[in-house]
């Protein structure tokens, strides 16, 4: 997908698209200054257009270093957390990626540029809609949608070489580590409905590895193996 990386550069570029400047300066002051160092996870902030996964009526503050409200009561997460969450999931061009809360595709859109091929879970059907109209909208189609209860992961394309959730859950899910290949890495927010850590789980040969990486916010993951509805 590097191929697609530049596509979008030349498409979205400083001459070609008025919000260029501002997403130059999320990528440079909120992720690179903040630690965000892969430079491919860098490039590919760079080349995805995040204005226009943000509902219109926000638009002008989709490069502000927050998340912004999107439908469904869901949000559309901050920049700097996307961009760490994907540096943690250690994404490259061999690896097939299961992402549990599709909401705008946003991220999806990060993770396809950076993957082979990526598997997203979203709970509502009117926001994996949504997602998957933006993604066409930009060519990308290494990415398969799906409307369910992501917190049971997605057996149909199991193993995954890594898994990243974005809504908090109560613990790993059991079939996260089962769906998982060996080496594979799980980023995940770990807590209550409320206040999480973000979470990377490795699995080794010898059981799994945790690394807690900082607290985050996220709308709780509704499901099976996350919270009550
Ligand atoms: N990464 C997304 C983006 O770039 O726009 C934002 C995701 S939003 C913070 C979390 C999403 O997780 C919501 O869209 C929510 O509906 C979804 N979600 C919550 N529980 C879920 C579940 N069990 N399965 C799938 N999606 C779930």
Redesign the pocket.
């Known amino acids: 997908m590097i191929e697609k990386i530049k596509e979008l550069l030349e498409r979205y570029s400083e001459k070609n698209d008025k919000y260029f400047k501002l997403r130059k300066e999320m990528v440079e002051i909120q992720l690179r200054e903040r630690g965000i160092t892969n430079e491919k996870v860098l490039e590919a902030f760079l080349a995805v257009p995040r204005h226009i996964?943000v509902p219109e009526s926000r638009r002008s503050f989709a490069y502000d270093d927050t998340?912004l409200p999107?439908f469904?009561g869901?949000?559309?997460?901050q920049p700097y957390m996307?961009a760490l969450m994907v540096e943690l999931l250690e994404p490259d061009e061999k690896k097939h990626i299961l992402?549990?809360?599709?909401?705008?595709?946003?991220?999806?859109a990060i993770l396809a540029l950076l993957s082979k091929q990526v598997y997203t879970?979203?709970?509502?059907e009117s926001?994996s809609e949504y997602a998957k109209e933006k993604l066409k909208e930009l060519s990308i189609d290494n990415v398969v949608f799906h409307v369910?209860?992501?917190?049971e992961g997605w057996m149909d394309f199991a193993p995954y070489d890594g898994i990243i959730v974005?809504?908090g859950a109560p613990d790993v899910p059991e079939p996260y580590l089962e769906q998982l290949n060996p080496g594979g890495i799980i980023v995940i927010p770990i807590g209550d409905r409320f206040y999480q850590d973000l979470v990377k789980v490795i699995k080794t040969e010898k059981g799994i590895k945790k690394e807690y990486h900082g607290p985050c916010v996220?709308?709780?993951?509704?499901?099976k193996y996350?919270f009550k509805d």
């Open positions: 996964f998340p999107l469904e869901q949000t559309i997460s996307v992402e549990v809360g599709t909401g705008s595709g946003y991220q999806t879970v979203e709970r509502y926001l369910g209860d992501g917190s974005s809504a996220f709308v709780p993951l509704i499901g996350g």
